[in-house]
């Protein structure tokens, strides 16, 4: 079982920034994919940005060009930095990791982009 613990989310006005970081309680932590999804109040669960293993990295459109995606596996983190953040950003942000058997979710943190 590995636990994902998210931090780093707030309430910032738009155009402003927020790093989120998520740690894994895994000794496995470098083999995993990991990932940053969202969901809005009445929307579908969607992709934000994946790194896997050897660092390749992936955004949804929405957010390219805005988040950056990065890990630390030495501290078994992974981290989003959002900038210039828009109102349309608000949702709850959930750390994913997964492998080739196993998903985790961590419980999410809320961001809120006032306009």
């Known amino acids: 079982q590995v636990q994902l613990v998210e931090s780093g989310g707030g309430l910032v006005p738009a155009g402003g920034s927020l790093r989120l970081s998520c740690e894994a309680s895994?000794?496995?932590?470098?083999?995993?994919?990991m990932g940053w999804y969202r969901q809005a109040p009445g929307k579908q669960h969607e992709l934000v940005s994946i790194i896997t293993s050897g660092g390749s990295t992936n955004y949804a459109d929405s957010v390219k060009g805005r988040f950056t995606i990065s890990r630390n596996n030495a501290k078994n983190t992974v981290n989003l930095q959002m900038n210039s953040l828009k109102p349309e950003d608000t949702a709850v942000y959930y750390c994913n990791a997964a492998s080739v058997f196993y998903v985790f979710w961590g419980r999410g943190t809320q961001v809120t982009v006032s306009s």
């Open positions: 895994s000794s496995d932590f470098s083999t995993w994919t």
